[in-house]
Nanobody
Framework: QVQLVESGGGLVQAGGSLRLSCAAS????????MGWYRQAPGKQRELVAV???????NYADSVKGRFTISRDNAKNTVYLQMNSLKPEDTAVYYC?????????????WGQGTQVTVSS
């Protein structure tokens, strides 16, 4: 079993900042990637940012230059620093951990944390 515990969401005014955290625990042997997704009402879940164990990062075009993903591998924790927030960033943010077990990859999801940006 793998557990993901998220924290850091909340209500912020446009232009403000928030930092999300996600700590993974349990049967973690090999993390392939850790990332953040979000889902706004009436929309599909979308990738926000991902950090691979190879050291690369990828961001959605809409957040480039404003959001930064980072990891503390010793703590199996991933962070998302969100600056210059916009009302369109309002969504439920989900942490994702992609684990390699044998020859297969498995996805695990956090419970989600609400981020609301007021105009």
């Amino acid at each position: 079993q793998v557990q993901l515990v998220e924290s850091g969401g909340g209500l912020v005014q446009a232009g403000g900042s928030l930092r999300l955290s996600c700590a993974a625990s349990g049967s973690i042997f090999s993390i392939n990637a850790m990332g953040w997704y979000r889902q706004a009402p009436g929309k599909q879940r979308e990738l926000v940012a991902v950090s691979t164990s190879g050291g690369s990062t990828n961001y959605a075009d809409s957040v480039k230059g404003r959001f930064t993903i980072s990891r503390d591998n010793a703590k199996n924790t991933v962070y998302l620093q969100m600056n210059s927030l916009k009302p369109e960033d309002t969504a439920v943010y989900y942490c994702n951990v992609n684990l390699l077990r044998g020859l297969r990859l498995y996805d695990y999801w956090g419970q989600g944390t609400q981020v609301t940006v007021s105009s």
